[in-house]
């Protein structure tokens, strides 16, 4: 009976190339012990990258590794990566060996031409070394001279044998369109394209996976910039944060205007949260990024302020004329401002380089002035991908992410209605607008949404001043809110219908005090009149009793004057 065994697969072990982003696409970086082809025309990165690679092994991993240079001599690699942070001269020697492999030009004439010497050269330099990765740079050079297809894809088994016998971590590269690109394509355990090419006279740089033997990997093409670090890797598909990863914070940061903290349920916005400011030209939405870049250098935290309309130093001047200063905080360090017009290239690259000028200057707060203009900066990716990606970035950092959006002066009808969409995805939503009343624009803010707040549905008037900005309380008359002059002159003309109001009151007041007072010196004269009254009354009452009395007494003294006792007096003087 004849036993079979099951073979289980293994998926590769992975060699980390420190290439920003490239690592997360490839779920960790190049197979490692295996051979990967670097495929893309002049200029598109290809010696970048492979040296990248190897400096990061080399550095970061402890990994030796040898660059061959079959195009260039490493006099010119060197040279022309010096302006990397990477250090060649100080990784070369001990852990980084370059060599020089550029065939001669009778190469072809002479028929007489193999690796088996370089190989033979390299394993004793791998021995040497303990090197674990090696660089095969433009290896379509070399093969271009060999006679025919069949002695190059000799060629090609002979050097495919050599690196598997040793274990090495490979990379080669060849320019597209080489005759035996595709023969190595289906050799390789790992093939990455690399592209560059202009779209609407904009510069992009693209790669993608082609193939990876064993495990799984982003398929889709991401964008990449070259940078003072190497290639920059923009996931082109926007990861979704993992239920749990993402800490949601209860803090609430200052929007740099008070009377708008109190319309936002009397805190601001919460801390990562993502903010979208939308408006017309001329509604101050910079003035509402300055705000909020300012009150957050002012908690000592460090902000990126990104401007597309504006020279920075442009920026900084006008904000300073509304009681904005943001150049004593670009001076402490605090902040960062970046003009744009200094980042060439797609919505891609712009994405990218924000988020390197995040990293760099460990910044807490971001500002983009207006996110908008990346919809015609020629991206041929969804521009809805590029603000779900800045979005999920930002939050996975916990960075507070304000963003302005320019909407077009003819769509009145179509609120934050750009090609981004960033309005679906934001936490915040503040819309500016104008509003034409009595001959006059005045500016007005509305918050249509702010999830987990409570927030104001009233219509405000945007007052910018020397000293600052703020927000005027609503005014509404005959069911319009009122704003600008057409406010004042209602205000003033209701102020004057109080005075008035108010005179009046005071003058009845003072006729009725007068009334009051008259009637009071009245009711005080009847009442002396009567106690007058009251007095006579008592006199007249004490004289006739006085005089009852006396008359009294005289009819007695007269009665004892003639002997006769009072009773018989009484009795002779009575009638019968």
Known sequence: MKTTHRVVSKAPDKAPTGIIGFD???????????TTLLVGGPGSGKTVFALEFLVHGARSLEEPGIFVAFEESSQRILANAHSFDWNLPGLQGSKLS???AQPAADLMQSGEFDLGGLLAALQAMVTETGAQRIVFDALDVMLALLSDSAARRTEIYR???WLLKHELTAVITAK???????????????????????VKGVSQRNLRVQKYRGTRFDENQSPFLIGNHGLEVEVAVARPLERGSLKASSERVSSGVER??????????????SVLITGFPGTAKTTLCGTFAEAACQRSERTLFVSFDSDANEVIRDLASVGIRLARHEKSGHLRMVSARTIAGSAELYLARIKALAKEHEARCVVIDPVSTWSKSGSDLSAYSIAERLINWSKAEGITLLCSSLLDEMALHTE???SLQISELADTWIHLNHMEQAGERNRSLSIIKSRGT???????????SDEGVTLADTYAAGGEVLMGTLRWQKERAEHAAAEVTEVAGRLKRVRLEAEEAELEVQLKSLGVELEAKKVEKSLLERTTATREGELARGRTRIGELRG??????KDKESPT
């Open 24 to 34: 997360d696409i490839t779920g960790g970086g190049l197979p490692r012990g295996r």
């Open 98 to 100: 370059f060599v020089d």
């Open 159 to 161: 050097l495919h044998d």
């Open 176 to 198: 597209a369109g080489a005759d035996e690109r595709t023969f190595m394509q289906f050799m390789v355990d790992c093939a990455v394209i690399l592209g560059h090419e202009v």
């Open 260 to 273: 708008l903290d109190t319309m936002l349920g009397g805190g601001g916005y919460y801390r990562g949260a």
């Open 416 to 418: 934050g209605g750009s």
């Open 454 to 464: 409570a927030h104001s549905n009233q219509v405000r008037e945007l007052i910018l």
């Open 564 to 569: 006769a006792d009072v009773d018989g007096y």
